[in-house]
Nanobody, 119 residues
């Protein structure tokens, strides 16, 4: 079975840093694009950062310059390094794995990890 397990969430003060990790199993990790999404009550889930199987990255405007996504294919893990954190970054952060061959799209999600930015 496919599993994406997030970790590293917690409470941090504004201006602080935090690193999230997502460990994947049950997939050929290196062939998947990996992403981090976040969601708060009453809002749609939004893309935070994404990294393709080739290593190209994309970021939401709100986190550009503050967050860095990276992957370690040997460990089947994707990371989100978050710096200069703001209260607006408070959300549940979800890990996503996506692969799109010709026949269909494969799309998997982790359970989420809470990130709270507060003084």
């Amino acid at each position: 079975q496919v599993q994406l397990v997030e970790s590293g969430g917690g409470l941090v003060q504004p201006g602080g840093s935090l690193r999230l990790s997502c460990a994947a199993s049950g997939i050929t990790f290196s062939t998947y694009a990996m992403g981090w999404y976040r969601q708060t009550p009453g809002k749609q889930r939004e893309l935070v950062a994404r990294i393709t199987s080739g290593g190209s990255t994309n970021y939401a405007d709100s986190v550009e310059g503050r967050f860095t996504i990276s992957r370690d294919n040997a460990k089947n893990t994707v990371y989100l390094q978050m710096s200069s954190l703001k209260p607006e970054d408070t959300a549940v952060y979800y890990c996503n794995a996506q692969r799109t061959p010709v026949i269909r799209t494969y799309d998997y999600w982790g359970q989420g990890t809470q990130v709270t930015i507060s003084s």
